[in-house]
Nanobody, 125 residues
Framework: QVQLVESGGGLVQAGGSLRLSCAAS????????MGWFRQAPGKEREFVAA????????YYAESVKDRFTISRDNAKNTVYLQMNSLEPEDTAVYYC??????????????????WGQGTQVTVSS
């Protein structure tokens, strides 16, 4: 069992930045593939970014490539999502996800085993 808790969401103006954090507990963090998803009102949950066990490989949705950066600190059991140049279209609840069994970089909700409760990111025009 993996427990995930997101933090760092908030309200920012377009062009601003936020850094989300996801703290994991309950399982060896270094063997978890980690990802970030988001869900806007009336839309399905969509892939944002993913990272492998060591942090040496990262994966991004096309819509956030070159603006968002995913990273992890295994000593802190924490994964981060640095979001720059935020746009109103980025407004959503952001969820941290973990997988014990899947290969890193998977982009489907069904590829992940554990989820946090989400943190709201709102970007105003």
């Amino acid at each position: 069992q993996v427990q995930l808790v997101e933090s760092g969401g908030g309200l920012v103006q377009a062009g601003g930045s936020l850094r989300l954090s996801c703290a994991a507990s309950g399982r060896t963090f270094t063997r978890l593939a980690m990802g970030w998803f988001r869900q806007a009102p009336g839309k399905e949950r969509e892939f944002v970014a993913a990272i492998n066990w060591s942090g040496g490989a990262t994966y991004y949705a096309e819509s956030v490539k070159d603006r968002f950066t995913i990273s992890r600190d295994n000593a802190k059991n924490t994964v981060y999502l640095q979001m720059n140049s935020l746009e109103p279209e980025d407004t959503a609840v952001y969820y941290c996800a973990a997988s014990i069994w899947t290969k890193p970089g998977r982009r489907m909700v069904s590829d992940y085993d554990s989820w946090g409760q989400g943190t709201q990111v709102t970007v105003s025009s």
